[in-house]
């Protein structure tokens, strides 16, 4: 990128797909037989209605965390890098199962894949936005590339999903029942390894995505609240589900394609989501309604429903793959990619392929992978960031006299209008929203809870012209990381130019509360929210953000769900030493981090800690020799402030006006895996 006169980057390289890694469980089960295993007998006819004659499933062995490995290690065979080339992860598959019945939510999906596959050198953390998830990981990326902070980053999806099709033959009991899309999913895994292309002939033209949220509540997953347990999804009208996902992605294809000025007829391939035959009709017809031209043809609208079902995340991903190899992609081919996912999630996606077909092709005919590359060659430095700071306009936590709500969906709305009442904006003037909770009522795994959140905002949550104002809404997923990777995903996405202004909102809830109220996790029940934009005089706000992992401790704090009596229960497990685990690896991530700013300790005016304990909190100020009374210290005693740490210490400064112009704080965060991160806020 290059700066323009007033600090917006100027694209001068298009993100490129360098190497591509699919994995196909070996298991096929076809519509017929999941029909014919339903508890209860239906006529419903799925595979005419859907297409999908079979689907790929894992079998008893396999789950989220191996689909996903093992597309990243066809990826990185496929690519002249070696795992420790790579500088960012990012996971995005709907699912975290990774045992029978299980739920992985600490360590992440992508901390587990950094720890199995040798990525030492990468940040971790993963999204989520449902179908939609792959894209949304990817615009992240971009972000982080073109704003110069990393070369290449790998988004990977382990999408074991078809746990819910187990769950819904034992669920469906009508001919209409609003279960039956979950016998349309199938497995699979996929990873995508991308760098800028350094020109502007290959890679994304264009990748554009917002969120409609009045229509969040129009497909739900979560975890069935049947005794048999499992997770479900329920898609009350799927055909005005399919509805509005075709009029707003249509109205969003042609609009992008006016506004970059590309023609829609030399599209050679176009590759919409593949929920089913129907949908993939409706919307070619759609498309050259809108068009008032052929633009979808048979020829060139790909459907790879018939043998991979709904795929989930990585649909797209698994037609690219296929199609590559039996020939009908070639290299140079222009490909438009359809966006869609629950939320609801509309986006388009202009992209122009360099030789990856001929490559992937070549490796399977001769058996003969890429030769790696020395760091001399990969690892070329980065160029010195001169974006002017991006900082926190406004904070708002959850109001202590008020009564929690049963839904943690609300309690992050609630904080996101305190924050909003605390700023000069309202919710139509945000363009970003993530959401960055852990946990959530009834274990909600799709659509994004962001999603969610903006609808209940009404930010945004419906447009009539493309040309209106729009939100992107998703979540970020680490444990108590979570918040501060929002904060940086924002930061990078402002300076790449995507969005002038970004929300981060949290909310925590006691899980076990309802069926295991003797099993707390010890969380502050709450909610809180930043608003983040551009400083005035480029000075004020976050420097860069630095994260240091001590994998040898991997397994210090782990959070499961699993099922007790047939009730969903978080269970959390700590090593006796955690926070001494914690304590001892702070001070190599923030020496780290004064080196590259070019700071003593000494200039440190406040410490923003992890609001885990007060008595933490005093051996933290100790180790890094910080006066006690700069320590900002919202601890409440026998819980942890978790995702919400950062925004009470804010508030905390802010109510009290203890900073001036000038002023340093040092924010720390630590999670599960071990991680440590931190960053510098200038005052």
């Known amino acids: 990128t290059s700066?323009?006169?007033?600090?917006?980057?100027?694209?001068?390289?298009?993100?490129?797909?360098?190497?591509?890694?699919?994995?196909?469980?070996?298991?096929?089960?076809?519509?017929?037989?999941?029909?014919?295993?339903?508890?209860?007998?239906?006529?419903?006819?799925?595979?005419?209605?859907?297409?999908?004659?079979?689907?790929?499933?894992?079998?008893?062995?396999?789950?989220?965390?191996?689909?996903?490995?093992?597309?990243?290690?066809?990826?990185?065979?496929?690519?002249?890098?070696?795992?420790?080339?790579?500088?960012?992860?990012?996971?995005?598959?709907?699912?975290?199962?990774?045992?029978?019945?299980?739920?992985?939510?600490?360590?992440?999906?992508?901390?587990?894949?950094?720890?199995?596959?040798?990525?030492?050198?990468?940040?971790?953390?993963?999204?989520?936005?449902?179908?939609?998830?792959?894209?949304?990981?990817?615009?992240?990326?971009?972000?982080?590339?073109?704003?110069?902070?990393?070369?290449?980053?790998?988004?990977?999806?382990?999408?074991?999903?078809?746990?819910?099709?187990?769950?819904?033959?034992?669920?469906?009991?009508?001919?209409?029942?609003?279960?039956?899309?979950?016998?349309?999913?199938?497995?699979?895994?996929?990873?995508?390894?991308?760098?800028?292309?350094?020109?502007?002939?290959?890679?994304?033209?264009?990748?554009?995505?917002?969120?409609?949220?009045?229509?969040?509540?129009?497909?739900?997953?979560?975890?069935?609240?049947?005794?048999?347990?499992?997770?479900?999804?329920?898609?009350?009208?799927?055909?005005?589900?399919?509805?509005?996902?075709?009029?707003?992605?249509?109205?969003?294809?042609?609009?992008?394609?006016?506004?970059?000025?590309?023609?829609?007829?030399?599209?050679?391939?176009?590759?919409?989501?593949?929920?089913?035959?129907?949908?993939?009709?409706?919307?070619?017809?759609?498309?050259?309604?809108?068009?008032?031209?052929?633009?979808?043809?048979?020829?060139?609208?790909?459907?790879?429903?018939?043998?991979?079902?709904?795929?989930?995340?990585?649909?797209?991903?698994?037609?690219?793959?296929?199609?590559?190899?039996?020939?009908?992609?070639?290299?140079?081919?222009?490909?438009?990619?359809?966006?869609?996912?629950?939320?609801?999630?509309?986006?388009?996606?202009?992209?122009?392929?360099?030789?990856?077909?001929?490559?992937?092709?070549?490796?399977?005919?001769?058996?003969?992978?890429?030769?790696?590359?020395?760091?001399?060659?990969?690892?070329?430095?980065?160029?010195?960031?001169?974006?002017?700071?991006v900082q926190i306009a406004a904070v708002g936590t959850f109001p202590e006299e008020a009564e929690l709500p049963e839904d943690s969906v609300e309690t992050a709305a609630i904080a996101g209008r305190a924050c909003l009442a605390a700023s000069a904006y309202s919710a139509a003037d945000i363009g970003l929203l993530i959401f960055a909770g852990v946990t959530r009522t009834g274990y909600v795994s799709e659509p994004a809870l962001a999603t969610m959140v903006a609808g209940k905002l009404k930010m945004n949550d419906t447009i009539e012209l493309e040309t209106d104002q729009k939100t992107f809404a998703f979540d970020v997923y680490n444990g108590a990381m979570s918040f501060i990777n929002g904060c940086q995903i924002a930061c990078e996405m402002i300076h790449a130019g995507k969005f002038q202004t970004a929300m981060v909102v949290a909310s925590e809830v006691e899980i076990n509360k309802p069926y295991f109220p003797e099993v707390m996790l010890g969380l502050v029940e709450t909610g809180a929210a930043v608003i983040l934009d551009r400083s005035d005089s480029g000075q004020t706000g976050f420097s860069l953000f630095l994260y240091h992992y001590e994998l040898e401790h991997f397994g210090a704090r782990e959070a499961i769900g699993r099922y007790t009596d047939g009730k969903p229960c978080l269970q959390l497990k700590e090593a006796a030493n955690l926070h001494a685990l914690y304590l001892q690896a702070i001070p190599t991530a923030v020496d780290q981090l004064l080196d590259r700013e070019g700071l003593e300790r000494s200039q440190i005016k406040f410490l923003l800690p992890p609001q885990i304990s007060s008595e933490m909190n005093g051996q933290l100020a100790e180790r890094l020799g910080i006066d006690p009374q700069f320590v900002v210290d919202q601890a409440i005693p026998g819980h942890d402030l978790y995702t919400a740490s950062l925004a009470y210490t804010l508030q905390y400064l802010q109510q009290h006006n203890l900073t001036e112009p000038g002023d340093i704080g040092l924010i720390i965060q630590v999670a599960s895996g071990i991680q440590v991160g931190c960053t510098l806020y200038y005052f």
């Not at 007998?41 to 093992?70: C, H, N, Q």
């Open 3 to 389: 700066q323009a006169l007033n600090g917006q980057p100027i694209r001068t390289a298009n993100m490129v797909i360098t190497s591509l890694g699919v994995y196909l469980p070996p298991d096929v089960v076809t519509t017929k037989e999941l029909i014919q295993g339903c508890k209860k007998k239906i006529w419903f006819p799925l595979e005419y209605m859907t297409g999908i004659r079979a689907r790929r499933m894992v079998g008893e062995t396999e789950f989220s965390i191996d689909l996903a490995r093992k597309a990243v290690q066809e990826c990185l065979a496929n690519c002249h890098y070696t795992p420790a080339q790579i500088d960012m992860v990012v996971c995005c598959n709907i699912t975290r199962s990774d045992a029978l019945q299980e739920i992985s939510m600490e360590p992440n999906t992508s901390m587990q894949v950094k720890q199995v596959c040798g990525l030492t050198e990468a940040i971790a953390f993963d999204v989520t936005n449902a179908c939609a998830g792959m894209f949304t990981a990817m615009s992240v990326v971009d972000a982080f590339i073109s704003a110069g902070l990393i070369r290449r980053g790998l988004v990977i999806s382990g999408e074991y999903i078809s746990g819910i099709s187990r769950t819904a033959q034992l669920e469906i009991s009508e001919f209409l029942d609003p279960r039956l899309a979950c016998l349309t999913v199938g497995d699979a895994g996929a990873a995508v390894l991308l760098e800028s292309s350094g020109g502007t002939d290959v890679g994304f033209h264009e990748l554009d995505m917002y969120t409609l949220g009045k229509y969040a509540w129009m497909c739900i997953g979560r975890l069935t609240e049947e005794p048999h347990g499992g997770a479900i999804m329920m898609v009350p009208d799927p055909m005005e589900h399919t509805a509005v996902a075709v009029k707003y992605s249509v109205a969003n294809a042609k609009y992008t394609f006016e506004r970059c000025g590309r023609d829609p007829e030399k599209i050679d391939h176009l590759i919409m989501h593949q929920t089913s035959e129907r949908s993939l009709l409706d919307g070619a017809k759609a498309i050259n309604k809108a068009f008032k031209k052929k633009i979808s043809t048979k020829e060139n609208t790909i459907n790879n429903l018939a043998d991979r079902g709904n795929t989930a995340t990585t649909s797209h991903m698994v037609a690219l793959w296929d199609h590559t190899f039996d020939g009908r992609i070639q290299s140079g081919d222009q490909v438009v990619f359809g966006i869609t996912g629950s939320g609801q999630t509309i986006g388009t996606a202009i992209y122009t392929l360099d030789d990856l077909p001929e490559r992937l092709r070549t490796i399977q005919q001769t058996g003969q992978r890429p030769a790696k590359l020395n760091d001399d060659q990969s690892m070329w430095p980065l160029p010195e960031r001169k974006f002017p700071r």
